[in-house]
C-alpha cells in the first residue's frame, strides 16, 4: 500500500462526499480508490467511514483520522510547493565545496560570479579533496569542483579546464641531488606525494612514462605539498598554478623541464537532473564560460 496516496484518496472522498469524484481529482479509476480506503482500514484495523450508494458518513475514529491526514498533507504540498520555488528562483545561498589549494583563484571567479549575480549569495566551503566525487551532497553542498572521474549516476559533472602540473624542487634541494633525466631515476629520489594521487605521469615525444615515487612526506592537500617543497625536503609534481610565482621568484625551480607533467582534468559537479538548483546550473554555467577565456 501506497500510505501516502492512500491519505490522499480517503481526504479527496470525505472533502467531495463521493467515491467517483474523488477519483477523478486523482487521476484513477473509482474502484482503486474505494481499494486504497478500504486498505487503510485493514493496515489501522479501524473503520473510518460508513459508505452507501448516495453518502459517505465518518465514523468517530474516521474523524480523528480525517483531520491528522488532512493536517499532514497540507504540511506536505506546502513543503514540496517551497522546495519547487527555491529550486526555480535565481537567488539565495549556494553551498560550493572546492579543494583548499583552488581558495585563491575560486575567489575571484566567486567575486566575479556576485557582480553578475547579485541575489545568490555563494558559502565556499574549503576542504582537502573528498574521498568520493558526490561527497559535496552528503555535506549540503549544492555544487562541488574536484579532480575525479564521476562514475556514479547521481552526479552531474561539466569539464572545466585541464590543469598542467610541474615537477619542481628548492633550489638547495636541486644542488643536493644528482638532476634526473628520465622519470624512472625520481624512484630513488625523494619525492612529496599527494596521497590522493601518488603515481606521477611524464610524457615526452609519444613516451609515457609512470612511476610511484618515494614518498618522504604525503598529504592530501597540495597547500601542505607546496610548503614542504619551500623547505627543501624533496621534489613535488604540483598544479603549476601554485607554484608560478615561486618558480618567477626563484624559491623554486623546474625539474626535468623536457618531460611533460600529466595534466588533471577538473570538473564542476552538481546533482541531477532536477535536484539541481537553477542558481547551481547558473553556477555551473558561469564557471565553464569562465574558466574558458581564464585558463589557471
Not at 68 to 75: D, G, H, I, K, P
Not at 195 to 208: A, H, I, K, L
Request: charged content about 25%; some cysteine; hydrophobic content about 45%.
Amino acid at each position: 500500500m501506497d500510505q501516502l496516496f492512500a491519505m490522499r484518496a480517503f481526504v479527496s472522498a470525505v472533502k467531495l462526499r463521493n467515491l467517483g469524484q474523488a477519483a477523478d481529482r486523482l487521476g484513477v479509476s473509482r474502484t482503486l480508490v474505494s481499494r486504497q480506503i478500504q486498505t487503510l482500514e485493514q493496515a489501522l484495523n479501524a473503520s473510518l467511514m460508513i459508505r452507501t450508494t448516495r453518502s459517505l458518513t465518518l465514523t468517530a475514529a474516521g474523524e480523528k483520522y480525517f483531520l491528522f491526514c488532512e493536517e499532514l498533507l497540507a504540511e506536505l504540498d506546502e513543503m514540496d510547493s517551497r522546495m519547487r520555488a527555491d529550486s526555480r528562483e535565481i537567488g539565495g545561498e549556494l553551498p560550493v565545496l572546492c579543494p583548499k589549494w583552488m581558495a585563491e583563484p575560486i575567489a575571484e571567479v566567486l567575486a566575479e560570479f556576485v557582480r553578475r549575480h547579485p541575489a545568490i549569495r555563494p558559502k565556499l566551503m574549503l576542504e582537502n579533496l573528498p574521498l568520493t566525487a558526490y561527497e559535496f551532497l552528503a555535506k549540503g553542498c549544492e555544487v562541488s569542483l574536484n579532480m575525479r572521474t564521476i562514475p556514479d549516476s547521481r552526479i552531474v559533472a561539466r569539464k572545466l579546464f585541464d590543469l598542467p602540473y610541474l615537477l619542481c624542487a628548492s633550489p638547495e634541494h636541486v644542488e643536493r641531488i644528482a638532476l634526473p633525466q628520465e622519470p624512472a631515476q625520481l624512484r630513488e629520489l625523494d619525492g612529496l606525494v599527494q596521497s590522493s594521487y601518488p603515481q606521477w605521469t611524464f610524457r615526452r615525444e609519444g613516451r609515457t612514462e609512470r612511476i610511484l615515487p618515494r614518498a618522504v612526506f604525503s598529504a592530501n592537500s597540495y597547500t601542505a605539498l607546496r610548503a614542504a617543497a619551500l623547505r627543501g625536503i624533496g621534489l613535488v609534481a604540483i598544479p603549476q598554478c601554485l607554484v608560478r610565482d615561486d618558480i618567477a621568484a626563484g624559491r623554486l625551480v623546474q625539474v626535468m623541464p623536457d618531460w611533460d607533467c600529466e595534466s588533471q582534468s577538473v570538473h564542476i559537479s552538481s546533482a541531477p537532473g532536477k535536484a539541481a538548483t537553477a542558481r547551481a546550473q547558473a553556477f555551473s554555467r558561469f564557471l565553464v564560460d569562465w574558466f574558458r577565456s581564464n585558463p589557471l
